[in-house]
């Protein structure tokens, strides 16, 4: 009897033991055990070059090969979560990632993304007395199909499933110049500026994005007027052309080549600084600068190496930016010219109305100027109601001439960012 008993207590005990390994098994965590990595370069529009650490224990030959996967891991996790740009960047995001977090961590799923590894570790170092295992390697992470991948299991929006519901920013890429010079004559002028051009625009097409390029005579002829009426003499003719032309968002960029000599060989190194900015206003979005490596290379080569380093970065800052502002509505600058023969109380009655006729069209608005002869707005329009530039002004337009009796308003230039309106008397 007691050996049947004893028999039975230690068959509840082995299933208990199995149990509790069972249940361990079922809570492995996946993620890397170190989160300890740096972005190293933008290897192209669909790799990432990641320097990432990984800590591995077990047997000897198991310690290397467990620090190794915990490394790679490594990689793909600062590609989602860490640095500046991640692609998980929202909390959305991040909570829709989060039931699949553990089996998208599996190395058999990782290693999908990484399209190639240093051969030799750039750090290899024994921890915990010599139990542990601690490495660090360089790889190229494949964030294109990562996106996709993130895509498709509804983690992410698809491009054009973003331009769908909220539409892509239209982009316009123009060199930095001196205040008062014209940047495309600067472009004509200077090959390297031209090459980082066609870069920076073959980047961003080819992540599906719309890029304005302007021809220099049809721009300056389609184009001159608006320039003329937006005020301000010393403005940057970058953020006037911006405007002029109907972008969302510009970007400029310098261009710098240094040039050494080894014997006779002469060695490059380029930096290529990136800025993007809100049209509308002007406002700094993102900054970033690129290098190339410094080799004997065309100078097209070293430039659009640069290009490559720092554009990525920018983009992830637009896009951020973007998501945010279209959910106050469609954004316009639109400036009133008082062009009439009007008294102080006429103006101010002109003014109190489009103060009333803004609200009314818009979600969201703030009064950047008013003066006698000049009133102007920053506007969030309803995009439900107002898809187009036109639409808004013939809203603005009707309830306007409503109120304002001797006054009518007028269009001088609309597009797709930019309504300059003129108010005359009757």
């Not at 309830?399 to 797709?416: H, I, K, S, T, Y």
Request: proline content about 4%; charged content about 30%.
């Amino acid at each position: 009897m007691r050996t049947a008993s004893g028999f039975c207590l230690c068959l509840l005990m082995l299933a208990g033991w199995a149990g509790f390994a069972a249940g361990a098994e079922e809570k492995t965590d996946n993620l890397p055990q170190l989160k300890q990595g740096s972005f190293v370069e933008s290897y192209s529009p669909t790799e990432w070059m990641i320097r990432a650490a990984g800590i591995g224990s077990g047997g000897k030959r198991a310690r290397e090969m467990n620090a190794l996967d915990d490394a790679r891991k490594c990689a793909v996790y600062f590609c989602l979560y860490l640095g500046t740009d991640p692609l998980l960047g929202t909390d959305p995001e991040k909570q829709r990632f989060a039931p699949i977090e553990q089996e998208f961590f599996d190395i058999k799923n990782v290693m999908k993304y990484i399209a190639w590894e240093s051969e030799e570790f750039s750090q290899r170092v024994k921890t915990a007395d010599g139990k542990q295992l601690k490495i660090e390697k360089t790889f190229r992470v494949n964030v294109g199909l990562l996106k996709e991948d993130l895509i498709a299991k509804g983690v992410l929006m698809a491009t054009a499933d973003l331009a769908v519901e909220m539409g892509l920013p239209q982009i316009l890429v123009i060199p930095e110049v001196p205040k008062g010079e014209n940047p495309l004559e600067a472009m004509e002028r200077q090959p390297e500026l031209k090459h980082a051009t066609r870069s920076i625009e073959s980047y961003l097409t080819a992540r599906r994005y719309e890029v304005i390029v302007p021809e220099q005579q049809e721009f300056l002829n389609n184009y001159g007027e608006t320039l003329r009426l937006i005020e301000g003499d010393n403005e940057d003719l970058s953020y006037k052309m911006a405007l002029a032309i109907g972008s969302d968002v510009y970007v400029t960029f310098a261009v710098s080549i240094d040039r050494s000599y080894m014997g006779s060989t002469e060695n490059k190194k380029a930096s290529v600084s990136v800025r993007a900015f809100e049209t509308t206003t002007g406002r700094l979005l993102g900054s970033e600068t690129g290098y190339s490596f410094e080799r004997p290379a065309p100078d097209e080569v070293v430039t659009e190496e640069a290009v490559h380093d720092a554009i990525d970065k920018v983009l992830a800052r637009v896009n951020a930016y973007w998501k945010e502002d279209l959910q106050r509505g469609v954004q316009y600058k639109v400036i009133f010219n008082i062009a009439g023969d009007f008294d102080r109380g006429q103006i101010e009655k002109i003014q109190n109305v489009l103060s009333e006729v803004i609200s009314n069209v818009s979600k969201l608005n703030k009064e950047n100027v008013a003066t006698d002869k000049t009133v102007e707005y920053l506007v969030w329009a309803k995009p439900e109601r107002y898809a187009r530039a036109r639409e808004l002004y013939q809203d603005i337009r009707d309830q306007f001439d409503l109120d304002v009796p001797g006054a009518a308003l007028e269009r001088q230039q609309l597009n797709r960012k930019l309504l300059l309106l003129q108010i005359v008397s009757q």
